[in-house]
């Protein structure tokens, strides 16, 4: 059989806040739908985006700088994983669009990992209106700890030392133009999240066809995943969400909490 690595590859990017949840729960997981998740886990969303990890960040959470990746050594840790005859491998994580908090300093470097890993991947990239996946990021800002308004949130003061985000982060053109020149226009897919909101069974299509496969019946388009909470009541209790909650998206106050020991580092929410 065909190892993964060499085998044509499903690679999903993101972006944050664009149903990717749902894909990978209802769609990307599915056998009888022509996908599958070739990472091992109880955990369905897992089977998709664990490998994804790799191309990212070390065991202990801490991001791969570029001089310490190694793309055939992960190629090695994955030559075990074989492809399905028929079916669809897919790679799903929207970490490797890049993260807002970060800027997407990483994105190029990311790209480049991918081709590396799996060079005859398919790219999916998942955009949507701006100002909504902006605010939509914002409330998850808010749920990871932060503590910024939303002037503050998109306006951070820099000085150098590390990313921040800016509205550039949304700034969708570079990021498929890059795409494009590193596989190739025809080995990537652009699709916006509100064909997804308004026309399920077409959007999946789209992602069918780009694979040669059939479209899947009977979807679960009424299922749920990562149901909406109130933005008023994250907005206003901002304030008291880091004390519960220990990320990055609170700075300076996770190492502090870390080093205590009052509270672990919080991985970020599927």
Not at 107 to 123: E, L, S, W
Request: with cysteine; charged share 20%.
């Amino acid at each position: 059989m065909t190892a993964l690595i060499d085998s044509n590859v499903l690679v999903h990017i993101g972006l944050h806040k664009t149903a990717s949840s749902w894909l990978q729960e209802n769609l990307f997981t599915r056998t009888d739908f022509g996908f599958y998740g070739p990472a091992e886990s109880k955990k369905r969303r897992a089977l998709v985006k664990n490998v994804g990890h790799f191309l990212v960040a070390d065991e202990t959470g801490h991001l791969i700088n570029e001089w310490e990746f190694d793309a055939n050594a992960v190629r090695a840790s994955l030559a075990n994983l074989e492809a399905r005859e028929g079916l669809w491998p897919v790679v799903s994580y929207e970490r490797l669009s890049g993260h807002p908090l970060s800027n997407g300093f990483d994105r190029q470097m990311i790209c480049h990992r991918i081709k590396a890993v799996f060079p005859n991947a398919r790219i999916l990239i998942c955009i949507r209106e701006q100002r909504a996946i902006i605010l939509s990021n914002y409330m998850q800002y808010l749920r990871n700890g932060g503590w910024n308004t939303p002037e503050a949130f998109l306006t951070h003061r820099a000085d150098g030392r590390q990313p921040t985000t800016t509205l550039k982060f949304w700034e969708y053109h570079t990021l498929v133009s890059m795409y494009h020149h590193v596989f190739g226009r025809e080995s990537v897919l652009v699709l916006p999240y509100e064909l997804f909101a308004r026309e399920p069974p077409s959007y999946i299509k789209q992602i069918s066809d780009f694979v040669g496969l059939p479209t899947p019946n009977d979807l679960p388009v009424k299922e749920i995943v990562n149901l909406r909470r109130a933005h008023v009541s994250s907005y206003y209790f901002r304030l008291l969400t880091p004390l519960g909650r220990s990320t990055s998206a609170n700075g300076p106050l996770s190492a502090v909490q870390d080093r205590e020991g009052t509270q672990p580092l919080a991985q970020e929410p599927s």
